[in-house]
């Protein structure tokens, strides 16, 4: 079992940054890979990012690449986003995520939003 708990979601306007955490415990090999969800109003929710924690090799969506950054604390274990020159269309609920592979997330955090106004 693997537990996820977000923070740092909250209101910024177009062109700010806000730093999204995800603190992870439980089944190690459960969480090799880490990722980040967003979900808007009334869409599907999306793939924003991977980090392998072995590796530490990162992936994106190419609608963050350049803006947001997937890191990790072991000491802590935690998985931060970082999120730069943010813009309306980032506005979503956003999920921490976890899985022994980064195309198969089985543990969900409860998500934090995050608004974006222009």
């Known amino acids: 079992q693997v537990q996820l708990l977000e923070s740092g979601g909250g209101s910024v306007q177009a062109g700010g940054s806000l730093r999204l955490s995800c603190a992870a415990s439980?089944?190690?090999?459960?969480?090799?890979?880490m990722g980040w969800f967003r979900q808007a109003p009334g869409a599907e929710r999306k793939w924003v990012g991977g980090?392998?924690?072995?590796?530490?090799?990162?992936y994106y969506t190419d609608s963050v690449k350049g803006r947001f950054t997937i890191s990790q604390d072991n000491a802590k274990n935690t998985v931060s986003l970082q999120m730069n020159n943010l813009k309306p269309e980032d506005t979503a609920m956003y999920y921490c995520?976890?899985?022994?592979?980064?195309?198969?997330?089985?543990?969900w955090g409860q998500g934090t939003q995050v608004t974006v106004s222009s």
């Open positions: 439980g089944d190690t090999f459960s969480r090799q890979c």
């Open positions: 980090l392998e924690t072995n590796s530490g090799i990162t």
């Open positions: 995520a976890a899985g022994s592979l980064c195309n198969s997330y089985n543990y």
